[in-house]
């Protein structure tokens, strides 16, 4: 990929210049990772794959119904990779 694509303009309020500058990316802290549960996810449970059919949250708890099991399942108890969520608008 072009180095071009990461560089932003960069206007100098000072000096009045509106050349575009390269700015070094900094870390996006707008940004965070937690699990994503929705109806069709596939999750670990008890060492086998399950299937989300749908999410409850109840007393501030979130809990997770699994198609294979009759019982409502604790979401800290699944094994699914996180996903990024962005806090703004990208």
């Known amino acids: 990929m072009p180095e071009d694509l990461y560089r932003l303009p960069v206007r100098s309020i000072d000096s009045g210049d509106r050349r ?4 070094a990316p900094s870390p996006d802290h707008s940004c965070f990772r937690m699990p994503l549960f929705r ?9 086998s794959l399950c299937t989300v ?7 501030g708890e979130l809990l997770v119904y699994l198609q294979e099991t009759k019982d409502t399942v604790n979401a ?15």
């Open 20 to 23: 575009s500058h390269s700015v």
């Open 39 to 47: 109806p069709g996810t596939r999750v670990g449970y008890k060492g």
């Open 53 to 59: 059919s749908h999410v409850l949250i109840s007393r």
């Open 76 to 90: 800290d108890t699944l094994i699914l990779e996180p996903s990024r969520l962005a806090t703004h608008r990208i």
